[in-house]
Structure formats: structure tokens, C-alpha cells
């Protein structure tokens, strides 16, 4: 059977997006590849996208003949408030749009889709969830870290480093505690303060860490190092967000690859 022929018996069992209804849906980490079925499907139904910075511009280009709305906020910068996003999705709704509400990752992991759900809901409004890879996993995995390994971990932690002010922050020095590997969502501006905060918790300064850059798209930068280097390491070779960083065990199994890779090659 054909791509084609496949995608098209697919299409016809998935559900249609009616005006009138919006559906938070997440983009995956940035390559196309790893968008799903339903969230293809909705970019080609949609009349009208609101998505974020993180979106790649090859799955918006997808969305052929949407109206689009770029909405997307950067730390530092001047951008619209998620109140002003909220408002215009049921705007848009209320005039008898098809939405598509397109954010990177997965809109209820960091993403604020649950804020936006609630607003929805609260005004009537039908709306539907489609879940997208989140970064924290896919990222890693695309670089060669499983974010679970038996005999390495029994959890992970998903935590994010952007927050308002440092008032508002995680207990990092409880999470060093728990020893399990922890994958930290933005938060490059602060990364000294939080690395400084999982060492004051226990963590060795040795502790395996790694940082990605625009994670599976042709932008992506990847660098290794210890947890007590990784925050100098990440100013001083210019590493920009987005970005992820991972802390624990599990990084020190990308190493072990890359070297089988790298082997088996010769």
C-alpha cells in the first residue's frame, strides 16, 4: 500500500475541525517528521492558525491557505501577553472560525494550553486537545540520551527554568535530592543560579549534563559537560534559546554511543 493510499484511509477516520471549535495541538520539538497524524490533519482543516515561535515554519506551511497569527513570546523581548492570545482565540472562535491553536511541544507540558483550555471552556466553547512530542524527551532522545535507562534511573524530571523572577522558583536543591535526572525547560539566563542551587543540594559538580539548542532542527547545537561546567560552557559557545538541558546519570550514556557509532564506522 501506498503512502499515499494510507494517509488518505487515515484521514477519513479522523475527526473534523468545526467552525466554531478551536483544538490546542502541539508541533513536537521542531522537526516536521515528528508531528502527529491528527495534528496534520487539523493544519489542512484549519481556516485560521495562532501559533508560537517555536513552531518551525515548515508545519505552518502546511496549514495552506489559514489565515495565521503569529503569537510568539521570547524572554527579554516585547511580545504579546497570554491574556491578549486567550481573548483572540475566542475571538476568533465566536466568529464561527475553524482554529488551530499550534504550539511547540506539547501544549500542556510548559506550554500553557491548560490556562487556554480552562478560558475556553469557561466561555462555552468546544475545543479539543492533540498532544505533540515534548522537547524534554524528544530532544534528548534525538541526541543519543535515553531519558530512562534501567539501572540508571527509575524516574525523570521534567522542571521549568523560566520563571518570573527567582522569587517564584523550583526547590532545585529538593530535586538534586531525589537523584534522579532532571530535564530543565529554558531557563538559560539563570542556568549558573539553578546549577549552583542542584550542587548546594548535593548534586556533584561532576554530575554528567548536557545542553541542546533548537532541538531536531538543522539549528541544533549540542554540547556535553559536568554540571559544575555546563552553565559557563553554554555562554561562552554563544548557545541561545530555546534550549534544554539534562542533569544526571543518563547523559553519560551518549558518550558510550557516539564511541559505538564511531567504531563500528571505521
Not at 503569529?70 to 486567550?86: D, N, W, Y
Not at 472560525?97 to 478560558?119: Q, S, T, W
Not at 526547590?171 to 530543565?184: F, H, K, N, Y
Not at 549540542?222 to 559557563?232: D, E, F, K, S
Request: proline fraction near 5%; include cysteine; aromatic fraction near 4%.
Amino acid at each position: 500500500m501506498s503512502v499515499e493510499t494510507t494517509l488518505s484511509l487515515l484521514q477519513s477516520r479522523m475527526a473534523r475541525l468545526e467552525p466554531g471549535h478551536v483544538w490546542l495541538a502541539g508541533a513536537g520539538p521542531g522537526d516536521p517528521g515528528c508531528l502527529t497524524l491528527d495534528v496534520v490533519s487539523a493544519l489542512t482543516q484549519a481556516d485560521v492558525v495562532v501559533y508560537d515561535a517555536l513552531v518551525d515554519p515548515a508545519v505552518v506551511a502546511i496549514a495552506e491557505g489559514a489565515e495565521l497569527f503569529f503569537v510568539g513570546k521570547r524572554g527579554g523581548k516585547l511580545s504579546i501577553t497570554q491574556a491578549e492570545i486567550t481573548a483572540r482565540l475566542i475571538e476568533l472562535a465566536k466568529a464561527g472560525r475553524k482554529v488551530l491553536r499550534l504550539k511547540g511541544g506539547d501544549p500542556y507540558v510548559f506550554g500553557r494550553g491548560g490556562e487556554e483550555a480552562i478560558a475556553l471552556a469557561r466561555e462555552g466553547i468546544p475545543f479539543r486537545y492533540l498532544p505533540g512530542i515534548t522537547s524534554g524527551l524528544a530532544a534528548l532522545g534525538n541526541i543519543g540520551i535515553a531519558p530512562t535507562m534501567r539501572g540508571l534511573n527509575k524516574a525523570v524530571i521534567l522542571a521549568t527554568g523560566q520563571t518570573a523572577d527567582l522569587g517564584d522558583e523550583l526547590d532545585w536543591r529538593a530535586l538534586a535530592a531525589t537523584g534522579q535526572p532532571i530535564v530543565i525547560y529554558m531557563g538559560l539566563k539563570i542556568l549558573a543560579h539553578i546549577t549552583g542551587e542542584l550542587m548546594a543540594g548535593g548534586l556533584p559538580a561532576d554530575t554528567p549534563a548536557a545542553i541542546v539548542m533548537a532541538a531536531t532542527t538543522p539549528r541544533q547545537r549540542v554540547h556535553a559537560a559536568t554540571l559544575g561546567a555546563i552553565a559557563g560552557d553554554a555562554e561562552r559557545l554563544g548557545f541561545e534559546s530555546p534550549v534544554l538541558t539534562a542533569v544526571g546519570r543518563i547523559v553519560s550514556m551518549r558518550a558510550e554511543l557516539l564511541a559505538l557509532a564511531d567504531r563500528a564506522l571505521k
